[in-house]
């Protein structure tokens, strides 16, 4: 009985933790994950100038490389397959499909990918190149033996295509390596949707490794997950985020490997045969995939934006490529019905709205019965107050007498907190569902609003949500007694202001038409309380 004095203030002090949770979730990203990035960023530009264009590679078996935890060994074969810049004339062949412009270069590697979609743009209105100049090449070939891998980066590759136009149908083409121990053949089927299929043979029994490359550096930010992603043969996925990984992991029987950022992705599957993957760490401690091979291996992928569709329409697993955190089991289904609901209205902004208000109407007997148990405890929020202070010096009769209140009045103390904390799951999977839909880039709403993907320019969403958000506060019954919880309390909508200047706006226009709905609802069980009370006099 000696905690039960407590259950009065136990619901506002759940829900300042939920709140100030969420803040510190925020904050936290913001203000030291993001300059801890940018800070790491800027070391690693200045450790790959100062890289040497391909020293030996340290001689291993394939399994030798599965097993190894040697991380020194494992560092110099990966700082070995840096990349310096790729100038035209490293280039021997420029495939052209509907979606993107690929380019191999010399060495057999995929040196560079251009989005061709008229949405695809960056900052200065470029089209999107999804690689930067040092970094690990998709494609790239290391062979097991010190000796061939070492010659292999000294000679070119022949072409059968210098120029592969793929817009149309598919198209087939070869890169052969001759070396003095083998000859490597790469055979290609490109098609018009910018995947691929390729067959690397080789006339050796030679054990060597191709990768999907490094992550794009496009979109890298404090709000997304960024690193290598596997799915295994029993359906499991595994994240290794970037600046995680101290040691090879290896993976044996393995479906697709996608080294990824916010929106884009590198990746190689094979759902008929299973592959063998080794994630190695670079000197930032981030993972590169090297796929095992011995004499030949066959295997598809593609490297770009990671849209539902798209992805869907190679292969329904290849849609597990977008990462949903934690509450995958509900973003999932939530992003299916979200496109539901865009093909029938046509535009992502007012799809978002009208999700959010499904949502909504779905959770509303949660969301009235913790109001309704909000205004029931600021009905007894003064006999509480009798009881504390008759009982001040004895907590056992003071708890038992708000017990009894709590049961006659029918007043649940944690019925406003836990409707609040079972509704989290949801609005985590919406944020992610958002946060991670490359859909609503260039997706424009009304006016200013050019782009759900990207911040609102001019502010106006954050503020509106900041004003909603302080409206909801204002007419919200609070039974606080402590004055530094209030003003905690009240500084809420201005934190969250502050933080959502910088989120993407589709986000932002959620989480405003969410209060918008929330404050009509508190509004209606406000009046109808009114009415109760009136009645009672």
Not at 260 to 281: C, E, G, H, K, W
Request: include cysteine.
């Amino acid at each position: 009985m000696n905690n039960m004095n407590q259950n009065s203030g136990m619901q506002k002090r759940m829900l300042i933790m939920t709140l100030v949770v969420f803040v510190f979730f925020v904050a936290y990203e913001f203000l030291v994950l993001k300059p801890q990035q940018e800070e790491r960023l800027k070391q690693q530009e200045a450790t790959k100038k100062e890289q040497n264009a391909a020293p030996a590679v340290e001689s291993s078996t394939a399994n030798s490389i599965a097993q190894s935890g040697s991380k020194d060994d494992m560092s110099k074969s990966i700082s070995s397959l840096s990349s310096k810049a790729i100038g035209g004339s490293n280039i021997i062949t420029t495939i052209t499909t509907e979606k993107n412009i690929i380019q191999i270069d010399k060495l057999g590697r995929v040196a560079q990918v251009t989005l061709q979609e008229a949405k695809y743009k960056d900052e200065e209105g470029n089209q999107i190149k999804l690689f930067e100049a040092d970094q690990l090449r998709p494609l790239e070939v290391r062979f097991a033996n010190a000796d061939i891998n070492n010659q292999a980066f000294k000679v070119d590759y022949t072409t059968s295509a210098v120029s592969v136009d793929a817009t149309k149908t598919a198209q087939k083409f070869s890169l052969e390596q001759k070396l003095d121990a083998l000859t490597l053949t790469k055979n290609f089927t490109v098609y018009p949707d910018g995947h691929y299929d390729l067959e690397v043979v080789t006339n050796s029994k030679e054990q060597f490794f191709i990768t999907n490359g490094f992550r794009p550096s496009v979109l890298v930010d404090m709000y997304a997950d960024h690193g290598a992603y596997v799915k295994l043969n029993d359906g499991t996925m595994d994240l290794t985020s970037d600046e995680d990984i101290e040691k090879i992991k290896s993976y044996t029987g393995a479906k697709f490997v996608s080294n990824f950022d916010r929106y884009y992705a590198t990746v190689i599957y094979n759902f008929n045969t299973s592959l063998q993957v080794s994630l190695m760490p670079d000197e930032s401690k981030s993972p590169q995939a090297f796929i095992h091979a011995t004499d030949k291996i066959n295997f598809s992928g593609f490297m770009g934006p990671k849209n539902f569709n798209d992805l869907k329409a190679l292969n329904p697993e290849l849609t597990d490529v977008i990462e949903y955190g934690w509450f995958t089991f509900i973003a999932k289904p939530m992003f299916t019905f979200l496109q539901f609901i865009h093909t029938l209205v046509g535009n992502w902004g007012w799809t978002i709205v009208i999700l959010t208000l499904i949502i909504k109407l779905i959770l509303y007997p949660l969301s009235y019965k913790g109001m309704v148990s909000m205004q029931k405890l600021k009905d007894l929020a003064p006999k509480i107050k009798e009881i504390q202070t008759k009982y001040k010096d004895d907590k056992q009769r003071q708890s038992a007498a708000m017990m009894e209140l709590y049961k006659k009045s029918g007043a649940n103390p944690m019925g406003g907190c836990l409707p609040l904390i079972l509704q989290i799951p949801v609005f985590f999977a919406i944020y992610r569902v958002l946060l991670n839909s490359i859909e609503l880039k260039g997706a424009e709403w009304i006016l200013w609003i050019h782009d759900l993907a990207e911040m609102d320019p001019y502010f106006v969403l954050p503020i509106l949500m900041g004003a909603s958000m302080f409206l909801q506060q204002k007419i919200t019954p609070n039974t606080m007694q402590d004055e530094t919880q209030k003003k905690i309390f009240q500084m809420l909508p201005i934190i969250f202001t502050f933080f959502f200047l910088w989120f993407p706006a589709g986000l932002t226009l959620y989480w405003f038409v969410n209060n918008v709905f929330t404050i009509a609802q508190q509004y209606t069980i406000n009046r109808m309380f009114e009415k109760k009370r009136a009645a009672k006099k």
